[in-house]
C-alpha cells in the first residue's frame, strides 16, 4: 500500500520516524512534513506567500522525504497533489507527542493534516500518543504495520477519518482497541505576562488540559482506562436538534432588513 505520513511535530520528530520507517518495512511510503514544530495550528493552511519542499535523505526504506515550510495541512495537499508521484492509497498523521483527545481535535494540526486528508479523498488517520519514549513509539508503529495489514482493519469511509490515541505504555500494554466518541477535555489556560528589553508587554500562553469524566465511555475516559482509543469523526459539526427549534425570518412580511433596502 501507498502511504503518506505527515505529523505537525516536525521532521525530526521520533514519533514521524519511528512511525514512518516501521511502515516501510510492509508499505510503499513517503513522508512530507513540517521543517519544524507546528503543534496546535489547527487546519491553517499557507496562501500569501510560497511553500518550499526540499528534500530530505533520511531513511533508505522510505521512498522519499520531504521538508516544508508550511503547516500539516499544507503538507498533505502538496504531498497528495504535487510531491507522490502518485496519490496515497492511506494517510497516517503522527505519531503525535502526546494525545489529542475531546476539544483537541479543533486545535491539533495532527488532526487536521489527516482531515486535509479526508477532503482529498484520501483513507486518513490520525495517531496520537500519551506517552512517546521510543520504545511506546516502537510499538505503537508496530501495531499500526500489523493492524492495518489484517483483516480486523477498515479503512474510514468516505467523508469520514479516524482520530487513534494510545494510552501511556509505561504502564503496560493495552489489551484492546475500543471505538468511542468526543469526551470532554477542557484547558485552564494561563498567560504569563513580561516586558521585552523595549518595555513593550508581551504574554506567553501556557496551561494544562483537564479531562472531565462524566460516566459515558468516551475517548477520554477510555484512554485514562488504559485501551487503545479509535473515533470516527467528519467535518459536520452542525447542531441538528437546533434546527426545528430557531425562527426564520420572512423578510417579505416584517420590518427586519428594511433599513438595508435600496
Given at each position: 500500500?501507498r502511504?503518506l505520513?505527515?505529523?505537525?511535530?516536525?521532521?525530526?520528530?521520533?514519533?514521524?520516524?519511528?512511525?514512518?520507517?516501521?511502515?516501510?518495512?510492509?508499505?510503499?511510503?513517503?513522508?512530507?512534513?513540517p521543517?519544524?514544530?507546528?503543534?496546535a495550528?489547527?487546519?491553517?493552511?499557507?496562501?500569501?506567500?510560497?511553500?518550499?519542499p526540499?528534500?530530505?535523505?533520511?531513511?533508505?526504506?522510505?521512498?522519499?522525504?520531504?521538508?516544508?515550510?508550511?503547516?500539516?495541512a499544507?503538507?498533505?495537499?502538496?504531498?497528495?497533489?504535487?510531491?507522490?508521484?502518485?496519490?496515497?492509497?492511506?494517510?497516517?498523521?503522527?505519531i503525535n507527542?502526546?494525545?489529542n483527545?475531546g476539544?483537541?481535535v479543533?486545535?491539533?494540526?495532527?488532526?487536521?493534516?489527516?482531515m486535509?486528508?479526508?477532503?482529498?479523498?484520501?483513507?486518513?488517520?490520525?495517531?496520537?500518543?500519551?506517552?512517546?519514549?521510543?520504545?511506546?513509539?516502537?510499538?505503537?508503529?508496530?501495531?499500526?504495520?500489523?493492524?492495518?495489514?489484517?483483516s480486523?482493519?477498515?479503512?474510514?469511509?468516505?467523508?469520514?477519518?479516524?482520530?487513534?490515541?494510545?494510552?501511556?505504555?509505561?504502564?503496560?500494554?493495552?489489551?484492546?482497541?475500543?471505538?468511542?466518541?468526543?469526551?470532554?477535555?477542557?484547558?485552564?489556560?494561563?498567560f504569563?505576562?513580561?516586558?521585552n528589553?523595549?518595555g513593550?508587554?508581551y504574554?506567553?500562553?501556557?496551561?494544562?488540559?483537564?479531562?472531565?469524566?462524566?460516566?459515558?465511555?468516551?475517548?477520554?475516559?477510555?484512554?485514562?482506562?488504559?485501551?487503545?482509543?479509535?473515533?470516527?469523526?467528519?467535518?459536520?459539526?452542525t447542531?441538528?436538534?437546533?434546527l426545528?427549534?430557531?425562527?426564520?425570518?420572512d423578510?417579505?412580511?416584517?420590518?427586519?432588513?428594511?433599513?438595508?433596502a435600496?
Open positions: 500500500m502511504i505520513v505527515t505529523n505537525d511535530d516536525g521532521i525530526e520528530a521520533s514519533g514521524l520516524m519511528t512511525l514512518a520507517s516501521v511502515l516501510a518495512e510492509a508499505h510503499e511510503v513517503y513522508v512530507v512534513a521543517d519544524r514544530e507546528r503543534s495550528t489547527g487546519h491553517a493552511i499557507t496562501m500569501h506567500k510560497p511553500i518550499y526540499k528534500p530530505v535523505t533520511w531513511s533508505s526504506q522510505v521512498a522519499s522525504v520531504w521538508k516544508v515550510n508550511g503547516t500539516p499544507d503538507c498533505v495537499k502538496l504531498g497528495v497533489e504535487a510531491l507522490l508521484p502518485e496519490p496515497p492509497e492511506m494517510i497516517c498523521a503522527g507527542h502526546g494525545s483527545l476539544r483537541d479543533f486545535y491539533s494540526g495532527t488532526v487536521s493534516a489527516a486535509e486528508g479526508m477532503f482529498l479523498g484520501v483513507a486518513s488517520m490520525a495517531l496520537s500518543a500519551k506517552s512517546f519514549d521510543l520504545d511506546s513509539l516502537q510499538w505503537i508503529a508496530q501495531f499500526m504495520r500489523q493492524w492495518v495489514g489484517s480486523l482493519f477498515h479503512k474510514p469511509l468516505a467523508g469520514e477519518f479516524f482520530n487513534i490515541n494510545f494510552p501511556d505504555l509505561v504502564q503496560q500494554n493495552p489489551s484492546q482497541l475500543v471505538w468511542v466518541g468526543l469526551g470532554h477535555r477542557e484547558y485552564r489556560d494561563e504569563h505576562r513580561y516586558q528589553p523595549r513593550e508587554t504574554f506567553w500562553l501556557s496551561g494544562q488540559p483537564w479531562d472531565r469524566l462524566d460516566g459515558v465511555a468516551s475517548d477520554v475516559s477510555e484512554l485514562e482506562s488504559g485501551h487503545i482509543t479509535a473515533t470516527p469523526l467528519n467535518m459536520d459539526v447542531a441538528r436538534d437546533r426545528s427549534e430557531l425562527p426564520g425570518v423578510l417579505t412580511t416584517t420590518s427586519v432588513g428594511a433599513d438595508n435600496g
